[in-house]
């Protein structure tokens, strides 16, 4: 039974409470432990934070598109924007560590907690803009 | 949802309860209120989250800025009852170690 959500909507912080209890019912509806699911929460709204922040330089008049599928073995998240591509640079990975604090970058925690919360991370961008997102969650057996 | 901020003064120092979600929608609001305390709040700064219901990466920077910042003027700075759910971030990033905790 197909318990897919697609969702657009405006590239608005105000909205990102919402869109975290919409993420947050779905992923309970799957089996997922409540730490994961709390996670899994974090870093969808990670990427919609960024996505605003960054793709559509903190304007609310863009568009986000979030995708929640269920496969057979995995969960998959997608959000994709229209804005400005984000510079590969930006969406290495990198290890986390603890800091000092005079070294701490404010910048690109959100990207890291990313692809420490899921099992498959991809980035990708449109060749004339636009960024997208897809995050994969293996499901337990 | 949303976010309540007070802030106390008290001959021991400065404490800000935050009661909410910190994300980017809310986490100017605490910024500004953490970088202004901090000028005036000898004896130290103490955030109390015990009501935090989420935190995300704007507001662990916040909070790193306001560390910083801290540091600077040369007073303390410090997380007061870290809800669950500040604990469990703070981890994820590896920032857990960073700020001093009661």
């Known amino acids: 039974m197909n318990r897919d959500l697609h969702l657009t909507v405006r590239s608005d912080p105000k909205l990102l409470g919402s869109i975290r209890s919409l993420v947050r019912s779905w992923v309970d509806s799957w089996d997922v432990d409540v730490k994961t699911a709390d996670e899994v929460v974090l870093a969808i709204d990670e990427a919609c934070t960024n996505a605003i922040r960054h793709a559509y330089e903190g304007r609310c008049d863009g568009s986000l598109e979030l995708t929640l599928h269920a496969a057979e073995e995995h969960l998959e998240f997608q959000v994709s924007d229209a804005g400005v591509s984000c510079p590969s640079e930006c969406t290495e990975r990198r290890p986390l560590q603890p800091p000092e604090v005079d070294d701490l970058e404010p910048g690109g925690l959100g990207i890291q907690l990313i692809y420490k919360v899921f099992d498959e991370v991809d980035f990708c961008r449109g060749e004339s803009g636009g960024n997208c997102v897809t995050m994969k969650l293996k499901r337990s057996k | ?102």
């Open chain 2, 1 to 102: 949802m949303g976010l309540t901020i007070d802030k106390e003064k008290s001959s021991s120092g400065f404490l800000i309860r935050v009661v909410g979600e910190v994300d980017l929608y809310s986490s100017p609001e605490l910024r500004e209120a953490i970088l202004k305390a901090v000028p005036s709040a000898e004896g130290g700064l103490a955030i109390d989250m015990a009501g935090v219901t989420y935190i995300d990466s704007s507001g662990v920077a916040t909070l790193v800025e306001g560390l910083r910042s801290a540091r600077e003027h040369g007073t303390g700075f410090a997380l007061v009852s870290p809800s669950p759910a500040v604990l469990q971030v703070l981890e994820l990033a590896r920032l857990d170690s960073i700020f001093e905790v009661r």
